[in-house]
């Protein structure tokens, strides 16, 4: 009997860089959308090319399986300047 092996399905992941900006009022926001990547690589690579731009940018990833709702921890991939905790 041939038993085949088939390759295991990966967990998704969710992978974002954000940016963030002081505001007139001295607040920490957003800098537009957060934006995101197919690679850790990729989303690094962009975090570290704005990153002089900005008050703060994060890269960070999660294993994510939106369809059912199920989100992993996330985890910081690339971190400069000032952002908001992480919830």
Do not use: C
Request: no cysteine; charged share 30%; proline share 9%.
């Amino acid at each position: 009997m041939t038993q085949s092996i088939l390759p295991q399905s990966k967990t998704p992941k969710l992978i974002v860089v954000a940016a963030f900006d002081r505001g007139e009022d001295g607040d920490l926001g957003p800098a537009g959308e957060p934006k995101q990547f197919d690679s850790e690589e990729r989303a690094i690579r962009k975090a570290k090319e704005i990153a002089g731009n900005h008050s703060g940018v994060v890269a960070w990833s999660r294993e994510a399986n939106p369809d059912i709702g199920e989100y992993g921890p996330p985890t910081t991939l690339y971190l400069a300047g000032e952002v908001p905790d992480m919830e």
